[in-house]
C-alpha cells in the first residue's frame, strides 16, 4: 500500500499552520508532501517548495495551474492541503474539487457563507472529499470522552460549558498571524469567533453528539479600533433541551490557550482541559472524582486506537493534528476502492463546516440584534 501524494496550497516560508500539517502528515507515515503552491508571492513560493525538496515542475506559483496539471498527471497528488487565511480557501477548494482531487482545509470552511456555499457545492458536484482540520478532535481523550457520552456513561446531558481563552491580541498586534485575523476581507466578519470559537464549538457538539439550534451571543471589540471581535459569550440551546455556555477569548490576559471543556448529564460528569490534554476527570453522582488518563488505566478503545506512545510520556498537538491525516488518508483509500470507512473513525466534512458557519453568522447576527436568540440555520 502506496503512501499517498499530498499537495499543499499556502504555509510557505514564515507560515506556522503549514508546517504543522506537514508534520503531522508525516508522523504515521501515510502521506509523502509532493507538489505545492505555497505562497501568492511567486519567488516565494519557489524558495519554499526547494525549502521542502518538492522537485522543480511541481513547485506552482499559482493554485489553479496546480490543480490542472496534478489532475492531468499520472503521478498526481490524491489530496490537497488548503492552510491559507480563511479568504483564501474557497478558491483552491473549489479548483481541486473540480479537477478530482479530495480536498482537507483548516477551519473555519471560508470567510464568508457564499464561499461556503461554492466549496460545498464543488464537492456535491464532484463526489470528492472534504475533510475539515478541527484538530482537537484527534486527541485521544477527547475520543474516550465522546466514547463516554454515546454509551450513556454521563446519563442525559443537561449541561455543556466550553471556553477558548487566549491573551496574545489584547493589544494592538501585528505581524503575519495576527494581521489577517484582525483584518475582516481575510478573516471574514468574525474575529475571534471564527478563528477559536469555532474550536470550542466544534469540540462541544463532537463530544456530545448533540446539535446547537438556537444561540444568543455578545461579541465586544475591546482592543480601539479594532474591527473584528476578540471576546465573545454565548449560551447555546441545544436538540433535547440541553443547555451550554461557550466563551471564547483573544484579549483573556494570563492564557494562552486554555481550550476546555466540561460536560454534566444526569448520572455524572466530565471535564479536560487542552493544555493537560492527556489527564480528564470523570466523576459519577455522589462517588469522588476518577483521574483518567490517555492510555492509562480505565482508557476506552476510541481513545486507545489513536494513542500512540505509553502512558505518562506527554502526546497533544502534533499527534491530534496527525490522527485527522490518518483518518483522511484511510477514508480516501477507503472510499476509492467504493468501501466504508473502518468503525471508529471520525473524519470531519462538508457539514460540520458548514456548520462552523451558521454558527459564526447566528453569532454574529445575534450581538447586532443585542443578544436576541438566533436560530442556527
Same mark, same amino acid.
Given at each position: 500500500?502506496? $503512501? =499517498?501524494?499530498?499537495?499543499?496550497?499556502?504555509?510557505?516560508?514564515?507560515?506556522?499552520? *503549514? *508546517?504543522?500539517?506537514?508534520? %503531522?502528515? #508525516?508522523?504515521?507515515?501515510?502521506?509523502?508532501?509532493?507538489?505545492?503552491?505555497?505562497?501568492?508571492?511567486?519567488? #516565494?513560493?519557489?524558495?519554499?517548495?526547494?525549502?521542502?525538496?518538492?522537485?522543480?515542475?511541481?513547485?506552482?506559483?499559482?493554485?489553479?495551474?496546480?490543480?490542472?496539471?496534478?489532475?492531468?498527471? %499520472?503521478? *498526481?497528488?490524491?489530496?490537497?492541503?488548503?492552510?491559507?487565511? @480563511?479568504?483564501?480557501?474557497?478558491?483552491?477548494?473549489?479548483?481541486?474539487?473540480? !479537477?478530482?482531487?479530495?480536498?482537507?482545509?483548516?477551519?473555519?470552511?471560508?470567510?464568508?457563507?457564499?464561499?461556503?456555499?461554492?466549496?460545498?457545492?464543488?464537492?456535491?458536484?464532484?463526489?470528492?472529499?472534504?475533510?475539515?482540520?478541527?484538530?482537537y478532535t484527534?486527541?485521544?481523550l477527547i #475520543?474516550?470522552?465522546?466514547?463516554?457520552?454515546?454509551?450513556?456513561?454521563?446519563?442525559?446531558?443537561?449541561?455543556?460549558?466550553?471556553?477558548?481563552? &487566549?491573551?496574545? =491580541?489584547?493589544?494592538?498586534?501585528?505581524?503575519?498571524?495576527?494581521?489577517?485575523?484582525?483584518?475582516?476581507?481575510?478573516?471574514?466578519?468574525?474575529?475571534?469567533?471564527?478563528?477559536?470559537?469555532?474550536?470550542?464549538?466544534n469540540l462541544?457538539?463532537?463530544?456530545?453528539?448533540?446539535?446547537?439550534?438556537?444561540?444568543?451571543?455578545?461579541?465586544?471589540?475591546?482592543?480601539?479600533?479594532?474591527?473584528?471581535?476578540? @471576546?465573545?459569550?454565548? /449560551?447555546?440551546?441545544?436538540?433535547?433541551?440541553?443547555?451550554? /455556555?461557550?466563551?471564547?477569548? &483573544?484579549?483573556?490576559?494570563?492564557?494562552?490557550?486554555?481550550?476546555?471543556?466540561?460536560?454534566?448529564?444526569?448520572?455524572?460528569?466530565?471535564?479536560?482541559?487542552?493544555?493537560?490534554?492527556?489527564?480528564?476527570?470523570?466523576? $459519577?453522582?455522589?462517588?469522588?472524582?476518577?483521574?483518567?488518563?490517555?492510555? *492509562? %488505566?480505565?482508557?476506552? !478503545? !476510541?481513545?486507545?486506537?489513536?494513542?500512540?506512545?505509553?502512558?505518562?510520556?506527554?502526546?497533544?498537538?502534533?499527534?491530534?493534528?496527525?490522527?485527522?491525516?490518518?483518518?483522511?488518508?484511510?477514508?480516501?483509500?477507503?472510499?476509492?476502492?467504493?468501501?466504508?470507512?473502518?468503525?471508529?473513525?471520525?473524519?470531519?466534512?462538508?457539514?460540520?463546516?458548514?456548520?462552523? /458557519?451558521?454558527?459564526?453568522?447566528?453569532?454574529? %447576527?445575534?450581538?447586532?440584534?443585542?443578544?436576541?436568540?438566533?436560530?442556527?440555520?
Amino acid at each position: 500500500m502506496r $503512501r =499517498l501524494r499530498l499537495g499543499m496550497v499556502g504555509g510557505g516560508q514564515g507560515a506556522f499552520i *503549514g *508546517g504543522v500539517h506537514r508534520i %503531522a502528515a #508525516r508522523i504515521d507515515g501515510q502521506w509523502d508532501l509532493v507538489a505545492g503552491a505555497l505562497s501568492s508571492d511567486a519567488d #516565494r513560493a519557489r524558495a519554499s517548495a526547494a525549502d521542502l525538496g518538492i522537485a522543480e515542475d511541481r513547485a506552482y506559483t499559482d493554485f489553479a495551474e496546480m490543480a490542472q496539471a496534478e489532475a492531468a498527471r %499520472a503521478d *498526481g497528488i490524491d489530496a490537497v492541503a488548503i492552510v491559507t487565511p @480563511n479568504h483564501m480557501h474557497a478558491g483552491p477548494a473549489v479548483a481541486f474539487l473540480k !479537477a478530482g482531487i479530495h480536498v482537507i482545509c483548516d477551519k473555519p470552511l471560508a470567510a464568508t457563507p457564499e464561499q461556503a456555499d461554492q466549496i460545498a457545492q464543488a464537492q456535491k458536484d464532484s463526489g470528492k472529499q472534504f475533510i475539515l482540520t478541527h484538530n482537537y478532535t484527534g486527541y485521544p481523550l477527547i #475520543r474516550q470522552a465522546r466514547e463516554m457520552v454515546a454509551r450513556g456513561d454521563l446519563g442525559e446531558i443537561r449541561v455543556v460549558q466550553v471556553e477558548y481563552a &487566549q491573551d496574545w =491580541l489584547a493589544e494592538e498586534t501585528s505581524g503575519k498571524q495576527a494581521d489577517w485575523r484582525v483584518d475582516p476581507a481575510r478573516s471574514g466578519a468574525g474575529g475571534c469567533v471564527g478563528d477559536i470559537g469555532t474550536h470550542a464549538f466544534n469540540l462541544a457538539s463532537f463530544v456530545t453528539g448533540l446539535r446547537a439550534q438556537q444561540l444568543a451571543a455578545d461579541l465586544q471589540a475591546f482592543v480601539p479600533g479594532r474591527q473584528v471581535d476578540d @471576546n465573545v459569550h454565548v /449560551m447555546l440551546r441545544f436538540a433535547g433541551g440541553a443547555r451550554g /455556555m461557550l466563551w471564547a477569548s &483573544q484579549v483573556a490576559v494570563g492564557n494562552e490557550n486554555a481550550l476546555r471543556l466540561r460536560v454534566h448529564g444526569t448520572k455524572g460528569g466530565i471535564d479536560w482541559a487542552q493544555e493537560n490534554p492527556n489527564v480528564m476527570t470523570f466523576t $459519577r453522582f455522589g462517588e469522588p472524582k476518577q483521574i483518567l488518563t490517555r492510555g *492509562g %488505566a480505565g482508557s476506552s !478503545a !476510541a481513545g486507545t486506537r489513536v494513542t500512540r506512545i505509553p502512558p505518562g510520556h506527554p502526546e497533544g498537538y502534533l499527534e491530534g493534528f496527525a490522527t485527522l491525516y490518518s483518518e483522511a488518508a484511510a477514508l480516501i483509500r477507503h472510499v476509492d476502492q467504493g468501501q466504508a470507512l473502518p468503525e471508529g473513525h471520525h473524519v470531519l466534512g462538508i457539514e460540520d463546516g458548514l456548520q462552523g /458557519m451558521r454558527f459564526i453568522a447566528a453569532c454574529i %447576527a445575534s450581538s447586532r440584534g443585542d443578544g436576541v436568540w438566533t436560530p442556527l440555520g
